[in-house]
């Protein structure tokens, strides 16, 4: 919205009674309304282009060659085969969910461009035949005459024609807080890049802080620097995480196999027992059978889940998840690139420092009043300040005085402001003459560049020095620095020119944009978890280094800017960076190159951020996060993540997350591979032996499911993080969801709770029949699944050590699967339908002995690595 103050464009500022501080409208024409039509419609409206949208059909036809689509339909198909036709409707239910996500996905596109597109249409006040007329920010085209108006908003990239101490803040695109300074100029023809004082040109979606002016527009839409941001952002393609990768490599492999097996069972089968109708009807139910112990449905389950509830989990934290998957990418984030303004810092200019001779007063340590010097320092800058300003440091000034020198003779609400000396590119400084009531005494004030005040006080050489170190030693502290100069005159004596004024020196000014007090912790602890904190800004070098020390950075000394980045190949780019945290003097085309750099060095790449420069990086990083209370709506909808109270630490709590869901993820998963070792094994083995009857057979494999797919989601889910997860580097990104080492144990446990079956299964056959046999050996493979669950809740404690950490969920899976499997093997309408017999006591408790012992081997593991320290 535009916000103006005062009369319309033409009188003179509120307060100024000189023609120095009127903006000069005579002999503009403008564009007449029927060129201004024909451009209309020749260019398109002043907007960003918007996306064209996939149909239904084609996002269907992309979600159909998607592997694990292929995976959940073979799966529920072969469920309906079965004749279960509710496992089949959840399994075929997951495609529904698949194709929704895209769809989200599809959709967050559309709206940060939406966003962007609402951001650069403001109202405009334009002159068209001769006449001022207000239109929709669309409506502008190439060639209007854009009046510009403190506090309006620019609707179009152009060039300042005519200005009064014009000033925008450009932080939108630049990230740089503090507001610059632009310069009429009749002879311009392009564009400069944003940033940078004494320019002439003006940026679509800035805002005019200060001044009036007349810009002749060259670029609207999607030409415009806003525009090309969302052109860029419109490129961007979000890469599958390292999870989704790796779930899709996994599902493809075991579908295969699965769906190999499933063949191979049938065919083997018919041909050991001599073929047959009633042979093959039994090969192909054992065929399904395979089929459902390797066909992974769990895998996508898990993933879902998982992620799912950490989202939700992490939205406790103040952390808003956009994208799922990147709670677990941010596990493995090994560089988070964070801009300065706004997610370090408060993006909020504060009065610092006040230092009057050689005495320094630091105002955030001050317990008392001011000393008296101070007083006459901050009363003349605020008289030299608007009093209703919207220039940060004059906001900050304001805020100040209310704050220490409110109610005293210090401040002046009674006087009235007789002339301004506007800040001009030749003399960076403004001055104000008040009147005092007291006759024709004119106090005056002088605020502005140090070097300027020193002009305008006639500092001799010696003096000017002294200010010069003073200057450049609050300048090493990150501080922007301000001189202060007072004087005295009368109505009569007031000269024209502001050089001609008598003043003198009082002292200087020290603002900075505050430090977020959380970050310098946070910034540590993502030291210790291996995670590199690069800082990308477009302040100065000397600010983004104070900034860097205070937050806690390495290798502050190594600042690279926007210019030498320019001049450096990919190449050499990609090799510097691995040494420098801080980059300086950086537009947005370059923060999106800078994270393409580090991307190029294979690093998982987690991007902060608040603003509409922002959005390209945050989208193309792996992992975007957004500030949700100061950031715009295109950054929000750009990232994976938001944070909703901006607080830069919540995301040392997202790392600890996605870290613990990783490690949740790979005890869940070996479990499924742990636990499909025994079922295939015992789908399989019987079939090459003539005169092995089959021991599982699709009813108890539905019955094992109910054991492992609450096991693999609700139980490994909730397990809590291990306790050294933050003093761990992040994973190797080359590293897959499994080492060697960790499908090695997953198989070990699998293969003994396999060989410890078929052994009871073979004395079983000695002396019992063959129901009885079933019997016995999927008791002892039921125990060896709570067993396996009980040991792999966590790979560094003991299993005792964890039944003293509550897990609500375990205890309801090994309740439910002791109560189920009492019931199967006493009641006799249960034993009918899983072809089981009545068994004795004592050959029971062997079997479940032995289902209980088989895997003990791994504690004896984790007791040997505590041992050693591992």
């Not at 952002?233 to 295969?256: C, G, I, S, Y």
């Not at 691995?578 to 800078?594: C, G, H, M, T």
């Not at 144990?745 to 004395?763: D, I, K, T, Y």
């Amino acid at each position: 919205m535009n916000k103006t103050h005062g009369s319309p464009i033409g009188m003179a500022i509120k307060e100024t009674r000189t023609s120095q501080t009127t903006l000069n409208l005579g002999g503009l024409s403008g564009l007449s309304e029927e060129n201004a039509h024909d451009r209309l419609i020749a260019e398109g409206p002043n907007e960003l282009p918007t996306q064209s949208k996939r149909s239904l059909l084609t996002i269907g036809f992309e979600v159909a060659r998607e592997p694990m689509f292929l995976m959940l339909v073979a799966a529920g198909s072969l469920y309906l085969l079965m004749g279960e036709p509710a496992d089949a409707l959840m399994l075929l239910g997951f495609v529904f969910v698949v194709i929704a996500i895209t769809i989200i996905q599809e959709r967050r596109t559309e709206r940060a461009l939406e966003a962007l597109r609402d951001l650069s249409s403001p109202r405009a006040l334009v002159i068209r035949d001769g006449a001022h007329r207000r239109i929709a920010g669309r409506d502008v085209v190439r060639g209007d005459l854009v009046v510009l108006s403190e506090g309006d908003r620019v609707p179009a990239d152009g060039l300042l024609r005519r200005g009064i101490n014009l000033s925008t803040d450009e932080s939108l695109l630049t990230g740089e807080s503090v507001p610059v300074r632009k310069v009429a100029s009749s002879q311009a023809e392009a564009l400069d890049k944003p940033g940078g004082d004494d320019l002439p040109s003006v940026f679509s979606g800035t805002l005019v802080t200060a001044g009036q002016g007349i810009a002749e527009i060259l670029a609207t839409g999607a030409g415009s620097e806003l525009g090309k941001i969302g052109k860029a952002l419109e490129r961007v393609e979000p890469e599958p995480t390292l999870l989704q990768k790796e779930t899709r490599r996994l599902v493809r492999t075991f579908a295969m196999v699965g769906l190999v097996a499933c063949a191979l069972v049938v065919v083997v089968f018919a041909f050991t027992r001599g073929g047959g109708a009633e042979v093959w009807k039994q090969g192909l139910l054992a065929g399904i059978a395979m089929a459902m112990a390797t066909l992974p449905e769990e895998f996508p389950v898990v993933l879902t889940v998982f992620l799912a509830l950490g989202a939700w989990r992490i939205s406790r934290s103040n952390v808003l998840t956009r994208r799922m998957p990147a709670v677990e990418m941010l596990g493995a984030a090994t560089v988070l690139c964070v801009d300065k303004t706004g997610t370090l810092t408060q993006n909020r200019m504060t009065l610092r420092k006040l230092a009057v001779s050689h005495h320094t007063t630091d105002l955030t340590t001050l317990d008392i009043g001011l000393p008296g010097e101070m007083n006459s320092l901050l009363e003349n800058a605020i008289l030299a300040s608007k009093r209703d300003p919207f220039d940060p440091m004059e906001r900050a000034l304001h805020d100040a005085g209310d704050r220490l020198i409110k109610d005293t003779e210090y401040l002046h609400p009674g006087w009235s402001l007789i002339r301004e000396y506007p800040l001009t590119p030749n003399l960076l400084a403004v001055s104000h003459a008040w009147g005092t009531g007291r006759g024709d005494e004119l106090i005056l004030a002088s605020k502005g560049a140090p070097e300027a005040i020193a002009d305008l006080c006639n500092l001799m050489p010696e003096h000017r020095e002294s200010l010069s170190r003073q200057v450049n030693s609050l300048s090493s502290q990150g501080l922007r620095v301000l001189g202060v100069a007072k004087g005295v005159s009368s109505l009569e004596n007031l000269p024209e020119e502001q050089h001609e004024l008598s003043l003198e020196l009082i002292g200087l000014l020290g603002f900075e944009d505050p430090l977020r007090s959380t970050v310098p912790g946070a910034v540590a602890e993502c030291r210790a978890a291996g995670v590199r904190v690069v800082m990308i800004t477009g302040d100065y070098p000397v600010t983004a280094q104070s900034i860097a020390r205070q937050a806690g950075l390495s290798n502050c000394e190594m600042v690279i800017s926007g210019a030498e980045l320019d001049r450096m190949s990919d190449e050499v780019l990609a090799r510097r960076i691995r040494d420098v945290q801080v980059f300086a003097r950086v537009v947005p085309e370059q923060k999106l190159r800078i994270v393409n750099a580090l991307k190029a060095n294979k690093e998982i790449v987690a991007m902060t951020g608040d603003g509409v420069n922002d959005a390209p990086a945050l989208k193309a990083a792996h992992i975007g996060i957004a500030m949700g209370g100061r950031g715009t709506d295109v950054a929000r909808e750009s990232a994976s993540l938001v944070l909703l109270d901006d607080d830069f630490s919540s995301i040392v709590s997202a790392v600890r997350l996605g870290r613990r869901i990783f490690d949740n993820i790979k005890k869940a998963i070996a479990f499924i591979l742990a636990v499909h070792v025994p079922i295939a094994g015992l789908s399989m083995i019987p079939v090459f032996f003539a005169d092995w009857p089959l021991l599982l057979l699709p009813v108890h494999i539905v019955f094992l499911e109910l054991i492992i797919d609450p096991s693999c989601t609700l139980i490994f889910e909730a397990e809590e993080a291990e306790s050294d997860v933050m003093q761990r580097p992040p994973r190797n990104p080359e590293e897959r969801l499994f080492s060697t080492r960790t499908i090695g144990m997953a198989l070990m446990q699998g293969l003994s709770v396999l060989a410890v079956c078929l052994g009871v299964f073979l004395l079983a056959r000695m002396g019992h029949s063959t129901d009885a046999s079933r019997a016995l050996t999927f008791s002892s493979l039921v125990v060896a699944f709570i067993v396996i669950i009980l040991v792999n809740r966590s790979w560094t404690k003991s299993a005792l050590a964890m039944l003293r950490i509550p897990n609500t969920a375990m205890k309801w899976v090994v309740f439910g699967a002791i109560t189920f499997l009492a019931v199967v093997l006493m009641v006799p309408f249960a034993q009918r339908l899983f072809y089981f017999a009545p068994i004795h006591p004592m050959d029971l408790i062997f079997s479940l002995g032995a289902g209980l012992v088989c895997v003990l081997w791994f504690e004896g593991l984790k007791l040997t690595k505590r041992y050693r320290g591992d």
